[in-house]
C-alpha cells in the first residue's frame, strides 16, 4: 500500500453503496433496466437491482492486469452480456469507480451497436476520479488526487 492508496472496509463498501442508491433515487429518473460491468459492478449492480427492483444484467469487461492488477491494458468485452430476456431501454450502467472513464465510454459505444433498443443510458459508480476524461451521471465520492483504492474483497486476489 502507498501513502496515495485509499482502504475500503466491507462496511464503507456498503454505505456507498447506499449512499449511491439515494443520490439515484433524488434524481427522481426511471430506468428499467441495471448493467453493471464485471467484475467492479457486480457486488454493486447486484445491490442496486435489489433496492430499485429492476432486472439486473451482467457484461464482463477486462482493462487491468500485471502486478498487482494495476496495469491498464486493451478493454476487452465479453461476447454477450447475461441477462433473461432483452436488455431494458433506460439501461443504469453500473461500475465500482471511473479512472480514465474509458470503460464506461467504450461500454457505451459498444451497446449501441449490441443493444439499439437502448433509448438512455445513464452511468453510476461509488468513486471517480480526478484525472477521468468522463464524468458519470451519478457518483458518490469525486477523488481529485486519483489515489489507488484497495476495495475490501481484493485480498481475496491474492491467494
Known amino acids: 500500500m502507498t501513502i496515495a492508496d485509499l482502504k475500503i472496509s466491507w ?9 449511491l442508491a439515494t443520490t439515484i433515487q433524488k434524481s ?6 441495471i448493467l453493471c460491468l464485471a467484475k467492479g459492478g457486480l457486488r454493486i449492480g447486484d445491490i442496486l437491482a435489489r ?4 432486472p439486473l444484467a451482467i457484461l464482463n ?12 491494458g486493451k478493454l476487452l468485452f465479453a461476447e454477450h452480456f447475461t441477462n433473461f ?3 431494458g431501454d433506460r439501461l443504469l450502467l453500473v461500475d465500482d469507480l471511473v ?14 451497436t449490441q443493444a ?6 445513464r452511468t453510476a459508480v461509488l468513486w471517480y476520479k480526478g484525472h477521468s476524461q468522463f464524468q458519470p451521471d451519478y457518483f458518490v ?9 484497495q476495495q475490501p474483497f481484493e485480498h481475496y486476489e491474492k491467494w
Request: glycine share 8%; charged share 15%; net charge negative.
Open 61 to 72: 469487461v477486462a482493462s487491468y492486469g500485471g502486478t498487482g492488477n494495476r496495469e491498464r
Open 85 to 87: 430476456g432483452p436488455l
Open 116 to 121: 439499439p433498443q437502448i433509448t438512455e443510458i
Open 51 to 54: 433496492i430499485f427492483d429492476q
Open 11 to 19: 462496511a464503507e463498501y456498503h454505505a456507498l453503496i447506499e449512499q
Open 141 to 149: 465520492q469525486h477523488l481529485p488526487d486519483n489515489p489507488w483504492i
Open 99 to 112: 479512472d480514465s472513464g474509458r470503460s464506461l465510454q467504450q461500454t457505451q459505444t459498444w451497446l449501441q
Open 28 to 33: 427522481q429518473w426511471e430506468f428499467n433496466q
